[in-house]
């Protein structure tokens, strides 16, 4: 890691006075609360510090891009199975770990905390922090650096992550089925009890389409059994690529229709939750554990329908978010991630707002 430049970093923070916004490339600006305060950048801390890949470890610089992470992976055969997207083409591995956000293999492959074994933090003091490690069975001390992901940088600027990486699938296969929305929630949960190379799923505008990878074996086992109409790779890929990278056409009109007032909200349920009837544009992945909905419907009614369900709401785009992004926290809730922000940046230094306006 540099230590010049973290240690220019430290000096700033602790000098500071007013608050900083943390950011490597900005492609996840629009996430969270509205952004303020001095730039804090994290583009110097560019780089591989080490990477095993008998080991199946990478530790890398916060500031380092996705896309030139997964060109070293990709040539050992390797890759991050959570499937970060890389927003507008761009991404660094810092703001990866502090959005937690995953792409469509997060119900197969686990979220971005899953994958984070080790993290490197800079806290509102200026002192330099590790957490985890290299390895991954680590169970010594607190789980500081899978608390870091999803966290928005409201806890200390992330200077290096060490993540757990996995082999790229051998074969992969695309089906589609023309099916409503109830019947494709009920077959993803019919399938999701047997034991399927299912690595993906999406269902939109009366279609559900499921990504198999795995053995040639198994894969081709279960494309006999499920049926469906095979899509040809040089369609499927880009269609996979498009949706973890949120520039498919789902996204693109709902990019369209922010602009215009309404609003995309992400809502996280259990998999087991029925159809719901809202009004708008759906998008449903993770076998029904994530689903998008383009609306212009009130935000109360979002929240109501997520939580009558067992599930929360997002407000993951909108030109307002006077109503919150984040799902309201409960009164210990609150309490504990007031006492977490003060346990790390006293001063309230790191992204003030982001996750929620008192912290």
């Known amino acids: 890691m540099t230590s010049r430049l973290l240690k220019d970093l430290q000096e700033q923070i602790r000098a500071a006075t007013a608050p900083f916004e943390v ?4 492609s996840k600006r629009f996430y969270g609360g509205e952004p303020r305060g001095e730039v804090l950048s994290t583009a110097g801390l ?14 890398v610089q916060a500031g380092t891009p996705i896309s030139e992470l997964e060109k070293v992976l990709a040539a050992q055969g390797q890759h991050l199975a959570f499937e970060p997207p890389r ?6 591995v810092g703001g990866m ?6 792409g469509p293999a997060r119900a197969n492959a686990g979220g971005a905390r899953d994958h984070v074994l080790g ?22 001390g607190y789980d500081v650096s899978r608390l870091l992901a999803g966290s928005l940088g409201v806890l200390g600027l992330i200077a290096e992550v060490s993540l757990k990486v996995l082999p790229r699938p051998v074969v992969q296969a695309t089906l589609r089925f023309d099916m409503d929305q109830a019947q494709a929630l009920q077959q993803l949960n ?3 009890g047997q ?3 299912i690595t993906a799923s999406a269902w939109w505008d009366g279609a559900l389409v499921l990504r198999l990878a795995g053995a040639e074996g198994a894969v081709r086992s279960a494309f006999h059994k499920l049926g469906g109409e095979l899509i040809p790779d040089s369609l499927a890929l880009p269609f996979w690529e498009g949706l973890r990278d949120q520039r498919d056409e789902f996204f693109v009109g709902a990019e369209r229709a922010v602009s215009a007032g309404a609003r995309l909200w992400r809502l996280s349920l259990p998999q087991t939750a029925p159809a719901l009837k809202l009004p708008g544009e759906q998008l449903i992945e993770w076998g029904g554990a994530q689903r998008w909905v383009t609306t212009s419907a009130p935000p109360a009614q979002m929240r109501e329908a997520a939580s009558s369900v067992g599930g929360h709401a997002t407000l993951y785009r909108a030109q307002d978010k006077s109503s919150g992004v984040f799902a309201p926290l409960s009164p210990p809730l609150a309490r504990i991630h007031q006492q977490l922000k003060l346990a790390f940046d006293p001063k309230g230094l790191f992204n003030p707002g982001r996750l929620y306006p008192d912290f």
Not at 87 to 92: A, F, L, P, Q
């Open 87 to 92: 927003i507008n083409g761009e991404g660094t």
């Open 190 to 192: 019919r399938w999701g």
């Open 46 to 59: 560019s780089g591989i510090s080490s990477y095993e890949p008998s080991e199946l470890v990478v530790t």
């Open 23 to 26: 950011r490597g490339h900005g």
């Open 97 to 102: 770990v502090a959005s937690g956000l995953a």
């Open 119 to 140: 993290a490197t933090l800079l806290n509102g003091k200026g002192e330099l922090m590790n957490f985890g490690g290299t390895v991954m069975k680590n169970v010594a």
């Open 195 to 197: 034991p399927l190379p």
